[in-house]
């Protein structure tokens, strides 16, 4: 049974597993790794959600967080970097946006081409 889990640096490797099946032009792996050690304002200690599906990661979604002054006052932002699903959990690919949720008091970006 798939379940969406938070994933953090040391969950790098079973990430970088996933990401090796699809080609990118835009991102390498080592930019990917970026996500998880990044230390900016606002920074969480997780660098997105995966779908977990017996101990592999086989769907991710890179977050981004940081703080910013606007208008004098402090906000919170999460950019979704990246959203890969492996076909076979497409159908789950969804639960990792809907999870956004949690994070209700944060504007929520997507930059990615």
């Not at 977990?52 to 006052?73: S, T, Y």
């Not at 699903?85 to 789950?92: A, G, I, M, N, Q």
Request: glycine fraction near 8%; hydrophobic fraction near 40%.
């Amino acid at each position: 049974m798939a379940k969406i889990v938070k994933l953090f640096k040391e969950d790098f490797p079973r990430i970088s597993s996933l990401l090796n099946q699809f080609d990118s032009t835009h991102t390498s792996i080592d930019q990917f790794e970026k996500l998880f050690s990044y230390n900016w304002p606002g920074s969480q200690s997780h660098g997105g959600l995966g779908i977990e599906e017996d101990g592999k990661i086989v769907g991710f979604a890179g977050h981004i967080f940081c703080n910013r002054e606007i208008l004098g006052q402090q906000r919170k932002f999460l950019n979704l970097s990246t959203w890969i699903v492996l076909e076979k959990f497409r159908h789950e690919a969804i639960s990792l946006i809907l999870q956004i949720r949690e994070y209700h008091d944060y504007v929520i970006t997507i930059f990615t081409p």
